[in-house]
Every structure is written in C-alpha cells, then in structure tokens.
C-alpha cells in the first residue's frame, strides 16, 4: 500500500529532462498508451517466497 503520494510536480529544470518529456509524449502519440502485458510467474507458494526475499527458516 502506498504511503506517499505519486501526484507530485513534475520539474523539467534540465534540457535532458525536457528532451525525455518530449519523446515520451511523441511516444505515447505515436503507439498509444502503455499496457503491461499479464504477469507471468506468479507463486504463492511460501518456501519460493522465502528464498526470493532472502528469509531463512
């Protein structure tokens, strides 16, 4: 759960950051917008969470 907000100023203080903002939009304007595709990989299993987050039992 998110304990902080995600609507922030966007600050595009650099020419980098302006260019970037610019290719992001012809990007959005030429593919549309972004979709993820479905998530593959998905376990519940404990043990396999356990060794990817580094829990010894």
Known sequence: MATKSFYETMVIDTQEAG?????????????GPYVPGPVQGVTE?????????????
């Open 19 to 31: 260019a970037n903002l610019a290719r992001a939009i012809e990007d959005y304007e030429k593919y």
């Open 45 to 57: 299993d404990p043990e396999d969470l356990d060794k990817f987050m580094g829990v010894s039992r």
